[in-house]
């Protein structure tokens, strides 16, 4: 017979805690088919980009809970709104940013980009892996997406961070306009690097216990970008949701015109950025 906590873990590790076979709860209400030429934002880090008319998901989680207490408190994307989707970035491999259940539900055409020690999560996926090293680059119709380091962990269980390619951001350049998503990261100077070789216009910033307060603010100033849209909130319960408001509303304070703040479902068109 199982010792208490361990049954515990093995109930969390099964995504039942806090009620027997919780169930992917797709919301037609809140997540409307993504706008063409726009930025939609999905809850926790998941964005949803029309780029050129080519439809990139970044680290997509939809399913009720992850890891061990984290549970969804709002419904999911449907498969409606990201059946066009053809590329999806994932940044690293902790179970917030990486989820194969989730993944399944993507069309199989759906090509995913996504760091060395993130692949081996996806072997049993028909989806077409693509691992990428700071630097390489996808070309797509009407853009291409480079990798370039993130100041992460990268293993699943791992918390030991390092910017040596095992966690990534991708930049996404879509004619003239060019979106950097971070992923999840320290401060360091990759920020600088990514303004003096990419000068992005749009920063998709995931704002939480590992960039808050000031090395956020100074990460914004590093990228110089024409506007910040923050991620990494709005999906999940846990210590990232109740530290990260006061973080926000600081950044949105410092930054001002510089910050654009989406409600899940909500979206920021990329013709603005003209």
Known sequence: MMRPLLALFSLCACGCIGGIGLKYSP?????????GGAVTF???ACFYIDAAATGIVTDPVFEPVYASFHRRYIGSPPPSVFDQ???VLISHAHNDHLSPTTLKRFPESTVVLCPIPAAKYMDELKLKIVTMRPGD?????GGRIV?????????RYSYSASPDG???GYIIEIGSRTLYYTG?????EGFQQVHQAFQPDLVLLNVNTHLRGPDALQAVRDLAPRLVIPGHF???????ERKTPAYRGQLAQDLDSLWQELPVGGTFNLDSLR
């Not at 680059?137 to 119709?141: D, L, N, Y």
């Not at 999840?184 to 360091?188: Q, S």
């Open 27 to 35: 919301d037609t209400a809140l997540y409307a088919e993504p706008a």
């Open 184 to 188: 999840d990261t320290k401060y360091f």
């Open 85 to 87: 989707t053809r590329i």
């Open 234 to 240: 709005g999906a999940y319960r846990g210590s990232n």
């Open 137 to 141: 680059v996808w070309p797509f119709e």
């Open 42 to 44: 999905w809850g926790h």
């Open 147 to 155: 990798a370039v380091a993130a100041y992460h962990p990268g293993w």
């Open 166 to 168: 095992r966690a990534l």
